[in-house]
């Protein structure tokens, strides 16, 4: 059998050309990383940019360059994928929030987010849904389908939640954080649940039942994905108490605590739910538990290594998306309607703007009703703020607009094209424009940070706050403080919804020091260190203070 040698000769010199070219790009790729992180340094005292932006500034003249050096035929190092966003660049970044975040503020506002991401997502997904249909069959874009315009509402009802991580700052405005960062993590889990209930239903033939079970779907979802997280999290920090890794080597810690985390994400979508919610309270969980179970040089290397690689991972993320946005292929299709690309950009815009200021009004008086005292409501200036940071989109709208209208980077047929080249104009305007302004905004609109923080929060800062306890309401340290005011008589309303949380923070504190901490660790547990002061003087493997 005669064996052609030229031909093979070709093959092998193809696959080395196009290996070396991949090893170019991701050398590009690496380099541009390092420069968003210099010039972010740099960039740290400015009142107006951020990493995120500045990663997406970059990534947009990058994309200029690369386009004219390939005289028009490309535009990117990496094309998009909603595999690589979901799967690899999304989990660190979740996870690390939900580590980092105060749980004292998450928990005491807990109602607060759930109506803002539950409810005010379904609200600005009616509206973005609706108007979109409207105002897009006027501009006779027939090539749209019902199963589209839902899409839409879901695409654009979701906010970014990445950007929000750059743009606040939990220990300058712990409540303003919680919300909008917890709201965002809840809506990024129903945005994509709703995604998925457009392909799973019959759009044709909505009745009762149908609303129904898609109401059923998200409670199922949200309640399988948090017990899930909650789990991985507990299993984890079992495991570590019991077998004391850390006696013999602090990596074997550091390593099962990164994969059980990982390994929560990537359960939740092997059973088609969601890895969001599921990684959030996975680091929650950790840090009330696991994270106190390791050696001390393990906690600090926990501590700085999942922050590391949320920061990377969000740079990674802004890059991106800033190369990708000027891929030409995508733009060739529209090109001979700009006028028509423009305005429905400006009618996505506007729907979002008014889809968020529909729910973030209302649902904060409702939740002012159910608080105390003055303090703890969210006035107007904060719920200006609320509105104005939530209004940022990002890569999950722009990863479920390729999952909805292409399969492989861009599209032949217009009305497709066009919503890939508006969803992509939407989150550039979206960031650029909306992340300058939320600092400043927030400098103009709320108190000074020394009054800031005595009205919002108690709580200290970071990584403190990893010693709070997990549902702690925080008025056991401000006693003393408040023994001398004399409350007003709640109403009816707020009696009925504020007591019942209050009751329930005081049953899981003794439930947690009875039960769940000589289970499975936490505040309070010292691990054995060989050689260590607690080994020579305490036979016993465990010690509590």
Not at 111 to 117: D, K
Not at 359 to 364: A, D, E, H, I
Not at 423 to 451: A, D, E
Not at 506 to 516: K, L, Q, V
């Amino acid at each position: 059998m005669a064996i052609d040698i030229g031909s093979l000769m070709e093959r092998s010199t193809a696959m080395l050309s196009s290996d070396h070219k991949s090893v170019v790009s991701m050398n590009i790729f690496v380099a541009l990383l390092c420069a968003c992180i210099v010039i972010g340094h740099l960039l740290e005292e400015n009142r107006w940019m951020n990493e995120s932006i500045t990663a997406l500034v970059i990534g947009l003249c990058t994309g200029v360059v690369i386009l004219r050096a390939s005289k028009g035929k490309s535009s990117h190092l990496m094309v998009f994928s909603e595999d690589l966003f979901f799967i690899y660049l999304l989990p660190p970044i979740i996870f690390n929030a939900g580590f980092q975040v105060k749980k004292k503020q998450f928990f005491r506002n807990f109602m607060t987010i759930m109506l803002f991401g539950a409810i005010g997502t379904l609200i600005s997904f009616v509206i973005i849904s609706l108007g979109a249909m409207h105002f897009f069959k006027r501009m006779n874009i027939d090539s749209l389908k019902i199963g589209d315009y839902l899409a839409i509402g879901a695409i654009f009802a979701a906010t970014d939640s990445v950007c929000t991580l750059q743009v606040l700052n939990q220990d300058d405005t712990p409540l303003l954080y919680s919300l909008v960062f917890g709201e965002g993590v809840v809506n990024d889990a129903t945005s994509v649940v709703l995604f998925n209930a457009i392909h799973s239903f019959d759009l044709y033939h909505i009745n009762t039942n149908t609303a129904l079970q898609l109401l059923g779907n998200f409670l199922y979802l949200f309640i399988s994905s948090t017990l899930l997280g909650v789990l991985a999290g507990l299993l984890s920090a079992f495991i570590i108490k019991k077998l004391y890794m850390g006696r013999h080597s602090t990596d074997r810690e550091v390593a099962l605590m990164i994969l059980m985390a990982y390994l929560s994400y990537m359960a939740a979508e092997l059973f088609y739910l969601s890895g969001i919610l599921t990684v959030f309270f996975c680091g929650i969980v950790m840090s009330h538990y696991t994270w106190h179970n390791v050696t001390e040089s393990s906690r600090v290397t926990t501590k700085h290594a999942f922050a590391t690689l949320s920061f990377v991972a969000e740079i990674f993320i802004f890059l991106y998306v800033g190369m990708d946005a000027l891929d030409i292929e995508k733009w060739k299709v529209v090109s001979d309607s700009p006028g028509k690309s423009i305005g429905v950009s400006a009618i996505l815009l506007g729907l979002v703007l008014v889809g968020r200021a529909a729910f973030v009004f209302p649902l904060s008086f409702i939740s002012n009703l159910t608080k105390k005292s003055h303090s703890e409501k969210i006035d107007f200036k904060q719920q200006v703020t609320i509105w104005w940071a939530g209004l940022m989109r990002g890569a999950v709208s722009m990863a479920l607009a390729y999952n909805q209208f292409t399969t492989s980077g861009y599209t032949k047929v217009h009305g497709n094209a066009l919503m890939i080249t508006s969803t992509i104009t939407v989150v550039l305007f979206s960031t650029v424009v909306f992340g300058l302004m939320t600092k400043p905004l927030v400098r103009i609109l709320l108190p000074s940070p020394k009054n800031l923080s005595r009205m919002l929060s108690s709580e200290p800062c970071t990584p403190k706050s990893f010693t709070v306890p997990l549902l702690g309401n925080g008025h056991d340290s401000e006693a003393n403080q408040k023994s001398q005011d004399v409350p007003p008589r709640p109403t009816s309303l707020r009696m009925l919804l504020s007591t019942p949380s209050h009751t329930v923070h005081h049953y899981w504190r003794r439930f947690d020091n009875a039960f769940m901490r000589p289970v499975f660790g936490g505040r309070g547990f010292v691990p054995v260190v060989p050689g260590s002061p607690i080994e020579q003087s305490v036979p016993v493997v465990q010690q509590w203070q």
